[in-house]
């Protein structure tokens, strides 16, 4: 009997721990959000942005990350003055105005993008204060950013706002979610977003 309670408890960690994501369940729409970088001054400075929230990903203790949102960035040129990202621009708050930690980078364009070229990298914010979602006002974020075309900045914001699915609820595959197991049970947030430019 003994043997068969310690056989149970492990099947039942096992299960537990096939329900943990290294997501957060939570979701982002639209995806991609898409965002002229379009220069009044500049006729020949047109580009825009695609941008698509990919969620909130957990703190790795082995890696040593944090919990952070994910942001995957595609850029285009669509003007014959080159596009260059600027890095040290890119900022996150909150809806109550807790400021992100600042951002990392992978796969940023190491050179300006030229007419017709395009870059697809992913732009990562760490919580503030090491809290987890749940412990932030997250009703809302605003990501903004600047380009540079050759010396004519491109400012952009973008603010996303919190909104509850139609069916919050229920048994179904999540593609967030790394593997699941029997009675796995999610619920999730939708963020729409909005686009302004400055």
């Not at 139609?166 to 796995?184: N, Q, R, T, V």
Request: negative net charge.
């Amino acid at each position: 009997m003994n043997r068969m309670l310690r056989v149970l408890a492990v099947v039942s960690l096992g299960l537990v721990g096939a329900c943990r994501s290294s997501w957060y369940a939570y979701r982002f729409a639209p995806a991609p959000l898409e965002v002229a970088l379009d220069s009044p001054r500049a006729p020949d400075a047109k580009g825009r942005a695609l941008v698509t929230v990919l969620g909130i990903r957990r703190a790795d203790e082995k890696a040593g990350t944090p919990a952070r949102v994910e942001v995957r960035m595609r850029l285009e040129n669509a003007g014959t003055r080159k596009l260059a990202v600027v890095a040290d621009s890119f900022r996150m708050v909150s809806s109550s105005l807790e400021d992100f930690a600042a951002p990392s980078f992978d796969a940023l364009p190491a050179e300006p993008l030229a007419q017709n070229e395009s870059a697809v990298f992913e732009v990562a914010f760490a919580l503030p204060g090491g809290n987890g979602p749940e412990e932030l006002g997250l009703a809302g974020l605003n990501l903004r950013w600047e380009v540079d075309f050759e010396g004519e900045r491109v400012g952009t914001g973008i603010t996303f706002e919190r909104r509850p699915e139609p069916y919050p609820y229920g048994w179904y595959h999540d593609p967030f979610y790394d593997s699941w197991g029997a009675g796995c049970f999610q619920s999730h947030v939708t963020v729409i977003g909005h686009a302004h430019d400055d």
